[in-house]
Each structure stands twice: as C-alpha cells, then as structure tokens.
C-alpha cells in the first residue's frame, strides 16, 4: 500500500509564496510520474504541475512562469514551489502519484489527502 503525505499549504498574502511538499511511502520501488492537482470550491479538481522520473514536467497555463515542480527520486517526493500567489490559486492541492512500481509488482496510482491554500490579503 502506498502513501501520499502532503505538507506546505496555509495562508498567504496575493504575491506572497509557499512551498508544497509530497512524500509517498510504503514498498516502493520507483515512480512513473508524480504531480499536483488542485481543487476549488465548486469547481473540478485541475492539473496543476506533474513531473516525470525523466524529469520532463508540464504546468497549467494559469501557473506558469509562477509554480515551479520538482521532485527526487530515490527519496519519492515532490515539490511545488508556488510564487506570485493570486487570489485564484486558492484551491486544496491533490499530490498525485502514477506508474508506482512496486519490488514485487505494480501499485498502480495513489492520492494524498489534500493540503489547503488560501491566498487572500
């Protein structure tokens, strides 16, 4: 069983910035790709950043040049390091993991429980 444990979210000024941070445990051997979503009130959870083992990455167009994702491999973790912040980031943060392998088999795909960011002055 995999575990997602986010850290990082709270209560920033509009221009201020935060740094999102994902660990995922259990027996992992490696991850295919790992990410963020986010989710507003009454609004669909979005992609917000997602990075590869490869280390390629992809942002939201509404992020970019603001968030930048990053992440370690041997240590399972993900980052999102979030600046610029505006009123409409306010959302709770999804990490997301895919492609989990395993030592003995696939784990398939994992979510944490959500961290909460709220932007508002």
């Known amino acids: 069983q995999v575990q997602l444990v986010e850290s990082g979210g709270g209560l920033v000024q509009p221009g201020g910035s935060l740094r999102l941070s994902c660990a995922a445990s259990?027996?992992?051997?490696?991850?295919?790709?790992m990410g963020w979503y986010r989710q507003a009130p009454g609004k669909q959870r979005e992609l917000v950043a997602l990075?590869?083992?490869?280390?390629?990455?992809n942002y939201a167009d509404s992020v970019k040049g603001r968030f930048t994702i990053s992440g370690d491999n041997a240590k399972h973790t993900v980052f999102l390091q979030m600046n610029s912040l505006k009123s409409e980031d306010t959302a709770d943060y999804y990490c997301?993991?895919?492609?989990?392998?395993?030592?003995?088999?696939?784990?398939?795909?994992?979510w944490g429980q959500g961290t909460q960011v709220t932007v508002s002055s």
């Open positions: 990075i590869t083992r490869e280390s390629s990455t």
């Open positions: 259990g027996s992992i051997f490696s991850i295919g790709t």
């Open positions: 997301n993991a895919q492609g989990i392998i395993g030592y003995d088999r696939p784990l398939g795909s994992a």
